[in-house]
């Protein structure tokens, strides 16, 4: 009936307190019936000069007052307003790789160092929620989804190779692990930016590309590093060395991650330090930005709270000659 008339409330649970109101109400009668036989016991009304025969109402008074407020605070709504609204930019995590071969420098400065700048870059031009996973062998985890940009990009710039303490790089699990921080808000649509050199030496890949493909996760790929190679400096000064004592050279592959975004919907991007290289990744998906008219129902319990508050100042005045 409420809803034919246009009539909603925001909780119907709420509004149920207003089967009380007849109880109070029998209790406020009886109580008042009681306090005048006991006045009439000792003076009569006339003889105390106070004759007030409005009083008889003041149970019903505030019984009505008592039914306003139920009503207000069950959040009566009635007919809509329409509010122009933007779409909310999809939820994005970033999947960053820090294993050891993220430490070499054929891009100038360390290819980490690259990636972090990418990855704040990315950050603060996100007008959604974004998350932040690092990987080596084994992904972890920084921060999840959150609206806090400027946080994550702290969090980024704290980030140093062998952060995982994993050697290894897997990008199936990092992938794996940043649609499973999707699933925080399985509400909203999301993607995933990978930023790495490339290397992988895991066994999921396969498994991660058949995934996203399935739930239609677009995972765009950034690539740091070049493919001429480059060693890994060490904090001593010297070159990293493998277990043989060789000095160990490592090699961005971009058609690793050129696949990735190729398989899953994505875009991929090689070593994008000019200013507008990520412009693409930065604009919605799918294009324009999209606008529209969102119908939200109009609060309407004003009417009933100002209700029940004149009625319970009118009661206040209805008791007039208490004993």
């Known amino acids: 009936m409420a809803e034919t008339l246009g009539l909603m409330f925001r909780s119907t649970a709420l509004l149920a307190l207003a089967a009380v109101v007849p109880v109070v109400l029998l209790l406020l009668v009886a109580r008042e019936g009681h306090r005048m036989r006991l006045g009439r016991r000792f003076i009569s009304d006339r003889m105390r000069g106070i004759v007030n025969p409005a009083r008889a109402a003041r149970p ?89 940009g400027e946080a994550v990009s702290e969090l980024v710039d704290s980030l140093q190779t062998g952060e995982v303490a994993v050697a290894g790089t897997d990008l199936g699990a990092a992938i794996l692990s940043a649609m499973h921080l999707l699933d925080s808000d399985p509400t909203q649509k999301g993607d995933v930016v990978v930023i790495s050199d490339g290397e992988d030496q895991g066994s999921s890949l396969d498994d991660a590309l058949r995934q996203a493909g399935r739930r239609g996760i677009a995972v765009s790929t950034i690539v740091v590093g070049s493919t001429e190679g480059s060693t890994i400096p060490r904090a001593d000064g010297g070159d990293l060395r493998d277990d043989n004592g ?65 009625a319970l100042l009118g009661g206040s005045l209805l008791n007039r000659g208490a004993e």
């Open 60 to 148: 019903y008074v505030i019984a009505v007052s008592l039914l306003g407020a139920a009503v207000a605070l069950a959040g009566p709504r009635a007919g809509f307003r329409l509010v122009p609204m933007q779409e909310r930019e999809r939820n994005r995590i970033i999947a960053l790789d820090v294993s050891d071969s993220m430490g070499a420098t054929d891009v100038g400065v360390s290819r980490l160092d690259a990636a972090k700048a990418i990855s704040k870059r990315i950050i603060a031009a996100n007008p959604g929620r974004v998350g932040l996973v690092v990987f080596e062998f084994r992904p972890e985890v920084v921060s999840p989804l959150t609206s806090d």
């Open 246 to 310: 060789d000095v160990v050279h490592t090699y961005a592959h971009p058609e690793v991650l050129e696949r990735v975004a190729r398989d899953t919907g994505g875009r991929f991007y090689a070593n994008p330090f000019g200013e507008h290289d990520l412009d693409t990744l930065a604009a919605p998906p799918g294009g324009r930005e999209q606008k529209k008219n969102v119908r939200l129902p109009i609060e309407r319990y004003q009417w009933p709270l100002a209700f029940a508050f004149f």
